[in-house]
């Protein structure tokens, strides 16, 4: 079958929930207010593109192209991004819900997370050096043996992780977040 491949277009509200987008490759596309609920994006390619105010919550990415997209307003609930293809795989969160969605194993070098919520988030054995988590609430987030240096949390709130189980240089945390930091030592700080 051949791909349809889509340039420059915009697809406003429009309901793909719980289709199959096969066979598609969208380049420079803009998406406003669409329904993906529950679509299988499995195999399709997405690059430069935007979506705004959409529902992709339980999405299907395996092997997924996710190159230089931006989400803002989005609502991106258990996602598994580790399934999507990691090459070129690069975005960009403003003002989304990303709780339960996962990011094991996936490169996220300075991604921008501003004003997100990624409650039970898991990024387990990601590399997210140099990204920025600006007003994000982590509460639950999962962070093991994760790449975390120069990572800025300053400005988030309900994050925890191991310092053990990291890489942390230079990572920037708030003093507020300290106690969670240091959880694992079972220490009262005052």
Do not use: W
């Amino acid at each position: 079958m051949e791909t349809t491949v889509h340039q420059n277009k915009t697809f406003d509200t429009i309901d793909y929930s719980e289709q199959k987008l096969s066979d598609n490759e969208f380049a420079n596309c803009e998406f406003i207010n669409c329904n993906f609920s529950k679509s299988d994006f499995s195999a399709i390619d997405f690059l430069d593109c935007t979506f705004k105010n959409c529902n992709l919550s339980l999405a299907i990415l395996k092997n997924t192209g996710l190159k230089n997209i931006q989400f803002i307003g989005c609502k991106l609930m258990g996602l598994d991004f580790s399934a999507s293809n990691s090459f070129l795989f690069s975005m960009r969160f403003q003002d989304c819900l990303l709780d339960y969605s996962t990011f094991i194993y996936k490169k996220l070098k300075k991604t921008n997370f501003i004003d997100c919520s990624l409650k039970d988030v898991d990024f387990s054995n990601t590399d997210l050096s140099l990204a920025i988590f600006k007003n994000c609430d982590l509460a639950n987030a999962t962070f093991v043996e994760c790449i975390l240096e120069k990572t800025d949390f300053r400005s988030s709130r309900n994050y925890a992780f191991d310092p053990s189980e990291n890489k942390i240089k230079r990572t920037k945390v708030s003093h507020a977040a300290l106690a969670g930091l240091l959880e694992k030592f079972d220490l009262d700080i005052e």
